[in-house]
Each structure stands twice: as C-alpha cells, then as structure tokens.
T-cell receptor, first 116, second 111 residues
C-alpha cells in the first residue's frame, strides 16, 4: 500500500511568486496535517484537517498561506506571494483520526522549497 | 502557551551504550506522548506511543517513560548501534489530538 504521497519533491521559485504543494494521504485516513520544518528544527504544525474541515489552523499565516482539502481526501497548500523566509521543507502527514486521535501519523517525504 | 523542550540538540554516544533522550513540556497536560524518528531528507516515522496512565513502555531495544508529575518523558535506546543515528522527536498530545513536536535531539552513535 502506498504511503503519503507529496509532490513536487523539490521546488525553487523567485520571491513574490506563487507556489502550491500537493498531498495524497493514506486511503481511509480522516486526519491530514501540513507542517513546515526549518533546518535543525522540529516540524511546525500549520493546519490540521478532520475530513474536509480545517479544525486547527491557528499557526497558518493566513495573509499568504491557504489550504484546501476537497472531498476530504487530497489536499493542497498554497503560498502567494512567497517570501525568502518561506524556504523550508513542507511535510504532509495523515492518520486514522476520528475518535482515535492518539494514533500514529504517517508522513510523506516532504517538499523542499527554496525561495530565491 | 504550551512548550515542548528536548534536551541538547545533539547527543553523541559510543556503540553498545544506552542513549537517553529527554522531553519536557509545560503549560498543558497531554493524555498521550509519541516519539518519532527522522532521518535526513525524510519525514518522521512513528516509534512509540505512551498514555498518561502508563509509566513505562517497551519495544525491542526502546523504552519510554512518562512522568506526568515532572512533565517529562525519557526515551532510552539500549545497546545502541550506528544505525540508530537519527533525529528523535517527541510529541506530547493533548486530548484534542493536536500533534505538536519538539525541536528534536540529533543522536549520533559512533563505532
């Protein structure tokens, strides 16, 4: 069974340009997370979905970041416009969710974004 | 606001020794605590989960303790091997299931 799939793997863009990341979670997983990870730091939660509902987006910079999870399956994370400080690895994770909120999360390999 | 602290950014030990990593948290009371391993260029991988009513959990060479009074979890790797070298992340979970991570501890096991 395929794990969490993210694309692209790498992205280099100029500042002020838009960029989008895509995530396909494990089939049947209701909970989907987006994280940002800077070098030497732990993953920072940006947004969490339970099915198609965003239930925790308190750390999402809403002036330039947006996310959606149509039909409660795939998700996209967008940055517009990108800034130099947005350079990081963006990780997507999924878990069974629902009442089983303590279950493990499965992560994709991430998208490494470089803003120049 | 809730805070998660993991001991020293890097830990270097000799093969065969026991590695002990520390995770401290403040300003909340997690019902669960998870530990993950992350290798360079890859996403974190789940290792263990321990509940607040469990004092200790073991899995092969791994042992995790959870002290809700001290607000601390200890993660032990016994008989460490160079293949154990990685960054280890702790994630104390509140009951709402919000998965927040500490900054991680980079473990290096040298032969």
């Amino acid at each position: 069974e395929a794990g969490v799939v993210q694309s692209p793997r790498y992205k280099i863009i100029e500042k002020k340009q838009p960029v989008a990341f895509w995530c396909n979670p494990i089939s049947g997983h209701n909970t989907l997370y987006w994280y940002r990870q800077n070098l030497g730091q732990g993953p920072e939660l940006l947004i969490r979905y339970e099915n198609e509902e965003a239930v925790d987006d308190s750390q999402l910079p809403k002036d330039r970041f947006s996310a959606e999870r149509l039909k409660g399956v795939d998700s996209t994370l967008k940055i517009q416009p990108a800034e130099l400080g947005d350079s990081a690895v963006y990780l997507c994770a999924s878990s069974l969710g629902g009442s089983r909120q303590n279950t493990e999360a499965f992560f994709g390999q991430g998208t490494r974004l470089t803003v120049v | 606001s809730q805070k998660i602290e993991q001991n020293s950014e890097a830990l270097n030990i000799q093969e065969g020794k026991t590695a002990t990593l520390t995770c401290n948290y403040t300003n909340y009371s997690p019902a669960y605590l998870q530990w993950y391993r992350q290798d360079p260029g890859r996403g974190p991988v789940f290792l263990l989960l321990i509940r607040e009513n469990e004092k200790e959990k073991r899995k092969e060479r791994l042992k995790v303790t959870f002290d809700t009074t001290l607000k601390q979890s200890l993660f032990h790797i016994t008989a460490s091997q160079p293949a154990d070298s990685a960054t280890y992340l702790c994630a104390p979970l509140p009951t709402l299931g919000r998965l927040y991570f500490g900054r991680g501890t980079q473990l290096t096991v040298w032969p």
